[in-house]
């Protein structure tokens, strides 16, 4: 298979840059990691494609956290990135097969909310409605309502047949014109291809299909290779064992003997027992 990539670049015609990516990889290890399958796998794929493009949008040092909580069967899902793809994600209900006609994957109506983090600090939150229409719809109104920039966005994940993690976006830079963004959204509009076809070989073939359709050169700034990447260690752990406070933690210890917990994320193990425990309270 091949590795995961992702090119930066711009359309210098239109004044738009965009960011196409190819994270199969990524989204399998996901998948792995969380035993996901059905719409949950689905959507999943696509939150930390969403995590991934609201996290290009904003610095270096700034990565980005996506929430949606809906009435849906799958209740809620979480996917973070950094500006270079470091991502992650995972759902509350892990192998929900939503309807055919449900639209949502499973999530319902509810909260689509986004958190910038610069380190261990929350920077800013967001929040908007999540409505019961397809998820990159909601994802193009919440960046029309929280950071009122015109976006196009396609995203193509497969979790059952040829697995796949796919998808770009295309945004206007400052001062670009109503008349140009009209002339790309006319182009985009007459691609003759359907998502599975858009993204149907390598990202390579996307941007020629693009560039066609636009009659434009893409100029390719930036490339890199992103990852499955969770970040949790056994420093972490102890800290949240402090943040429960000494009361509770000498509860379960009593209880259980040791303290034993599960990172949500990738599924790693860690496990304390009652001297390393009483220690962290020295």
Known sequence: MKDDIYKVGIFEDYNFRFLITDCTNTYIETMKRNSLEHSSANLVGK???ASFFLAFMVKEGIAVNLQLEGDGE???VIAYSDRIGRMKGHTKHRQILAGVE?????IGKGFFR???W?????????VTKLDKIPFEQNLINYINESDQLVSFVSLYVDHENEISAKGII???LPFTEQKVIDKLMDGISNIDLGTK???ATDISYTLDVLEKALDSKATILEEGKPEFYCGCSMQKIKSAIVSIGRDEAYSILEEQGEIEMICEFCSEKYVLDA???RLLFI
């Open 74 to 76: 799958i209740e809620r």
């Open 47 to 49: 939150s930390m494609l």
């Open 170 to 172: 295309l945004q206007s």
């Open 197 to 199: 076809e858009l993204f």
């Open 118 to 126: 610069g380190g261990s600090h929350k920077i800013h939150q967001s």
């Open 102 to 106: 449900d639209v949502t994957l499973g």
């Open 275 to 277: 001297e390393e425990v």
């Open 114 to 116: 986004v958190t910038r």
